[in-house]
Structure formats: C-alpha cells, structure tokens
C-alpha cells in the first residue's frame, strides 16, 4: 500500500467542555490481501485520531467488503472499531476473568484441548445467561465485584459447604453467609 493513491476525509469533532478531536480517514479499494495471483480483494480503511494538541490518540486499519465512499467511511469505521470492540472485550474475558480458556490448548494428544474449549465456551455462555436473566446471580456478581474474584469466591465456599438448592447457593455468595442446614 505504500505509495499507493489513498482516498481521505477528515473531521474534526468539537465537543462542549471537553477536548476537540481530529479523525482522519484515508482508504483504498480493491488491494489484494496477501501476496499472490489468488489474493482476495479488499477494501482498506485507516483510522487516526489526533486530540488538539496533535498527540495521536488512536491508529488503527480495517480491511472490508464494503464499499467505501466520503459519504459512508466514518459510519463504517465507526462499526468497524464497535465490533474489534466487542470481540477484542469477549475475548480478554474469556482468556482472563475467571474462564481461563488460553490454559486449555497444549492439554492432550487429540480431542481433550478441544473439549476444555467447547466446555469454556459452554460456561460462558451460561455465564452470559445467568448475568441477564438471574437476578441471584446479579445480586452475587454486584456484591463480590470483580468476575475472577466471583469465580474464585464459588469455588472455594463450594469447596467447604454443601448447599442444598442454587437459590441457598446464591443467596449465601450475596450474603456472606452459610445456609442454617
């Protein structure tokens, strides 16, 4: 791409009481992705915010299948870091509060690294479910705070107490306290 003609918008966004920003658009269609005849094309989109002093707050580049045009490049870059948002945050949760999901892979000679996934990932997905339907479960993860610690803080008074339903389960992880048996 270098020394390539790039197309580019700019747009500076002022806001009340707070810093000016500068966005600066530059992209190109239909380069080809990797090296070689049978490269897929794409369309390049470069992002550069500059606060108003000049010190680049963010750089990033996007490739798409959209088309890019002056009248549309700062809606799709706007979906574009929403979603690197999401799956970058997804992700780091999965790898880093409580799922642990990076510590399966290397486990086995053939299936068991895929199970520990599948099962991560399962969990997850409970996990997710619990946080917008259970409200127990709300009012746990609210009074234990962070999600590694809450997994922490499950396993270990499981480890101690038998209970004998989830709601005296989750009732005591809010509470503090061990259910009278």
């Given at each position: 791409m270098?020394?390539?003609?790039l197309d580019e918008r700019t747009v500076v966004e002022r806001r009340p009481g707070k810093r000016?920003?500068?966005?600066r658009y530059r992209w190109i269609e239909g380069v080809?992705?990797?090296?070689?005849?049978?490269?897929?094309p794409v369309n390049w989109l470069g992002v550069t915010i500059t606060n108003e002093t000049g010190k680049t707050t963010y750089d990033g580049a996007f490739v798409t299948c959209l088309s890019l045009t002056t009248d549309n490049v700062v809606e799709v870059a706007a979906c574009a870091r929403a979603r690197w948002k999401i799956e970058n945050e997804r992700f780091n949760v999965l790898k880093n509060n409580g799922h642990n999901l990076a510590h399966n892979f290397g486990h086995g000679?053939?299936?068991?690294?895929?199970?520990f996934a599948?099962?991560?990932l399962l969990a997850f997905a409970f996990?997710?479910?619990c946080d917008c339907l259970e409200t127990l479960w709300q009012q746990a993860r609210e009074a234990v705070g962070a999600r590694a610690r809450f997994f922490q803080d499950l396993h270990t008074i499981t480890t101690y107490v038998l209970f004998p339903s989830w709601p005296s389960f989750m009732i005591?992880?809010?509470t503090g306290k061990a259910?009278?048996?």
């Open positions: 270098e020394g390539a003609p000016s920003l500068t966005y080809p992705l990797r090296d070689g005849k049978d490269a897929l000679k053939k299936y068991l690294a895929r199970t599948a099962m991560n996990h997710t479910a005591a992880v809010v259910p009278s048996i």
